[in-house]
């Protein structure tokens, strides 16, 4: 004979006073995220906040990107959430790097198609996966310099983006290095036009608007 179902009074029910704000949390996050799969991001959701980790979670919820080379689903913001909880180390293991990407939603054989212009074994200088992250958000290398700056910058979201000259210099020397279309003549000549420029005005820092001119069309 089957046991009858247990029946509890409310006195009964013990709920973690902490349960609803942290679930709370946990949807807005979802919300702004958009996690392509919500159980998969859940997981590295709740791992990174049981550890004390930077969250998996963007800024802000993002427009649909139509520029990318790839259909990766990579976009500026999911690169931003990546620096939050990469940015403090200057080499990173790949991987850990592999398993945020994957708690991110995002296809895994595209991060090694971003290995693969560049490939590595172990570890790799977070800046320059980084760099590699924005070159395949698709445009030129003067576009995927502006995503650098927006995504480095200490600047409030809409101000100029501005990064120190020297971090952008080291990115742009190796992003074009990887282009076989660019004479390094030609990076040099271009990186001493923009020393002149913002040398005397910009204190070492260098923004969006020093280097990066918007075409409108006619």
């Not at 996050?29 to 979670?57: C, E, K, N």
């Not at 990407?101 to 296809?107: G, Q, R, S, T, V």
């Not at 290095?177 to 990076?187: F, G, H, N, R, Y």
């Amino acid at each position: 004979m089957p046991l009858p179902d247990t029946l509890f009074c409310a006195q009964q029910i013990h709920i973690p006073p902490e349960l609803p704000d942290l679930l709370k949390q946990f949807t807005k996050a979802a919300i702004r995220t958009q996690p392509a799969d919500v159980l998969q991001w859940a997981a590295g959701y709740f791992s990174a906040l049981s550890r004390g980790d930077p969250l998996p979670v963007k800024d802000r919820i993002e427009m649909p990107v139509a520029t990318q080379k790839t259909d990766s689903g990579l976009t500026q913001g999911l690169l931003k959430v990546l620096h939050k909880q990469c940015g403090h180390k200057q080499y990173v293991d790949l991987a850990d790097l592999e398993q945020k990407w994957k708690n991110l939603c995002l296809p895994v054989e595209k991060f090694r198609a971003v290995l693969q212009l560049d490939p590595c074994e172990r570890k790799m200088e977070w800046i320059k996966f980084l760099a590699l992250g924005c070159s395949m958000l698709g445009g030129s290398l003067t576009t995927a310099m502006k995503h650098v700056c927006e995504i480095l910058t200490a600047d409030p979201e809409g101000g100029p983006a501005r990064i120190p000259f020297e971090t952008y210099c080291y990115v742009y020397r190796y992003l074009s290095k990887l282009d076989l279309e660019i004479p390094a003549s030609d990076t040099e000549v271009y990186l001493a036009s923009l020393k002149d420029n913002i040398e005397s005005r910009n204190n070492g820092m260098i923004g969006i608007s020093d280097f990066f001119v918007l075409r409108r069309k006619m």
